[in-house]
């Protein structure tokens, strides 16, 4: 009896565990999981870029993306787009679209020469689960046809070891589709000096961040026009000689388009390429381009129609005399590239000349102190239809530019 008792105690428990089973299984088969992949509708608010002062919100295209499934919605007046039937999951949002020139000047009330821009916006990985409203904030980034291609400023040493300045140059590029007439384009050379006459902080103070120092600026001549095609470039000169002759890591330069003239006579210039146009220079005796061979040698480009050489000069923060540098209004800029000096204990940011909307980042060659043949260039990140090469304009010069030996003038990588 005993063993009797203990076998019907284990045969009620497995009946009971058994009941249990049905019961749970009885009880989950009984739950809805329909809401778990029910559609849903899902609503795209557009968000203007900061420097818009005149909407532009209906007849936009949203792009919601999965995978190979690809969403598109068209915003309404209020810059609403409305997706329905969006099946709960994870996706990839964004709009871009073009803007003219004269749309630019109209939307933001900056009279800022430029060909056109691009509004863009996207939020990745969002999300989606219910019915909700997604803000999605645009950005403005400008078109600039003319990019600042190449700075050689490192110099070298000569076949007798000692230091060669004259083979200096700045190299523009035009990665449009279409050709540009760069005739009364204005070149300017930011202020270098070792200890800053203004950091961006004094700029910050003083002029509330609208203008930057320049020590000198040149102008491509304005008197007949000077087109440049799609793909093609600038070369902008000290000394448009043959220079391979006087060191291996120099270029031949005879070819290029402008010459800044030394007249002083110290830099041999050549009578057949045209000169460049000296609008200002802080150095009375100096008036070819002062690239600097260790840095800092930031270059900008711009267009104005105002007097730049009208334009308010400046001592150094806090002085009242010395040098002067030219104070340019930072709303004309079209590209600029900082360039820092690279020092025994490395590049110090703090020491960048440009706000971060003109370049975010900064370049710089490998040599302390220059001498070494190096070009800081601008890569190239595809290749347009025709199959010129698209450089490299992220707005940051960490990301943009490259350090190279052996890149020549109108060369690009590919």
Sequence with gaps: MKYMNISRRKVTAKAEAMLCAVFVFLCLSCVDYSDATQEVAAKVQLLMPHEFTTPDLPGHTIVMQQGTQRLTATTDE??????????????????????????????????????????????????IREEQTIQLQTSLSINRDILIGKIFYAGSKDLNNRTY??????????????????????IGFVEGESAQAYTLGNLHDAFADSV??????????????????????VLLV????????????????????????????KTQNNPATPALELVYTMYPSVSNMNLVQSGPCAVVIFRTSDDVAKWQKTYAYGKTSGNQWLLCPKRYIIDGVDVLRNRATGVEPGEKRLYADIDAGYTYINAVSGWNGE?????????????HPILTDTNNSSNDFKVSS??????YDR
Aim: aromatic share 8%; net charge negative.
């Design 406 to 411: 052996t890149i020549k003038p109108r060369e």
């Design 375 to 387: 070009v800081v260039y601008r890569t190239t990140s595809k290749l347009s239809a025709d199959g």
């Design 165 to 186: 300045m004259a083979g200096k140059y700045v190299e523009l590029y035009n990665q449009s589709d279409d050709s540009v007439d760069v005739s009364g384009l204005y």
């Design 238 to 265: 000290n000394s448009a000689i043959d220079h391979t002759t006087n060191n291996t890591m120099e270029s031949n330069l005879t070819q290029a388009d402008f010459e800044a003239k030394d007249l002083s006579g």
């Design 212 to 233: 930057i120092l320049l020590k000198q600026i040149f102008r491509i001549p304005a008197n007949k026009p000077h087109w440049v095609e799609a793909g093609g470039t």
């Design 78 to 127: 209020q810059g609403v787009a409305t997706f329905h039937g969006i099946v709960p999951d994870v996706y990839d949002i964004s709009c871009s679209w073009e803007i003219t020139g004269n749309e630019y000047r109209h939307m933001t009330g900056d009279n800022q020469v430029v060909s056109g821009a691009t509004v863009s916006g996207s939020r990745n990985s969002y999300l």
